[in-house]
């Protein structure tokens, strides 16, 4: 039990340090959001938690094709906030993401890459 609050506090640790430096500089807050900090993360957790190498393989396999259908939210959401405002744009960008997500499965399902 301790060991899953410590992966809390460290994992919680990290988001808010990207939302502090935000707050400085957009464009530092920017580039250390797109560090794949939480990934990496969770791959230490797993290796650390003795999962398999084809667990913490598939795991990062599985990541890489699920950023590239959110990759449309981050263009859609500095063009929709100055209309919408920030709630109606998050949930836009969410019905987006989804929108990116199911589409992408389909094209990449004939490449036999099965994603749902």
Avoid at 22 to 32: E, N, P, Q
Avoid at 95 to 114: H, K
Wanted: charged share 10%.
């Amino acid at each position: 039990m301790a060991w899953l609050i410590t992966k809390y506090l460290i994992t919680s640790a990290v988001v808010v340090l990207v939302s502090e430096i935000a707050k400085r500089s957009d464009k530092l807050g920017g580039l250390v959001a797109a560090l794949p900090m939480v990934t990496v993360l969770a791959l230490i957790w797993l290796y650390i938690d003795n999962q398999s190498q084809e667990k913490i393989a598939n795991h990062a396999w599985y990541t890489f094709w699920y950023v590239i259908p959110t990759l449309p939210m981050f263009l859609a959401f500095p063009l929709l906030l100055p209309r919408l405002g920030f709630w109606p744009t998050l949930a836009a960008c969410v019905v987006l993401t989804m929108a990116s997500f199911g589409l992408f499965a389909l094209a990449v399902r004939r490449f036999g890459i099965e994603l749902l």
